[in-house]
């Protein structure tokens, strides 16, 4: 009895027969997606340019344009790219999916 109860709790180390299911909301990150996480060439530019530009590249994507010194959650999104801005409006940093 006790040897069937360890062989109904033993983990499988067998592969799945069926391929796991893909979340919502995951299509803009994940290894080797060839889709981009970071823009660099924005910073200097204005918060409104690098929204256009990032919009333009991932339509629906929401864009959070963060002013100085405020405080953001540290949750990671994957629909989501904040533009970090400087106190004359331009990209402070690179904007990065997150």
Known sequence: MAEEDSKQNAI???QPQQPLPTLPGYRYGGGGSGE???WPELVGLTSEEA???IKEEI???NVHVIPPDY???MDFRTDRVR???DSSG???RAPMIG
Request: charged share 35%; hydrophobic share 30%; glycine share 4%.
């Open 90 to 92: 331009k990209v402070s």
């Open 51 to 53: 929204e256009r530009r």
């Open 83 to 85: 533009i970090f801005t």
């Open 59 to 61: 339509p629906g994507v």
């Open 12 to 14: 499988s180390n067998d």
């Open 36 to 38: 981009r996480k970071t």
């Open 71 to 73: 405080f953001v959650t």
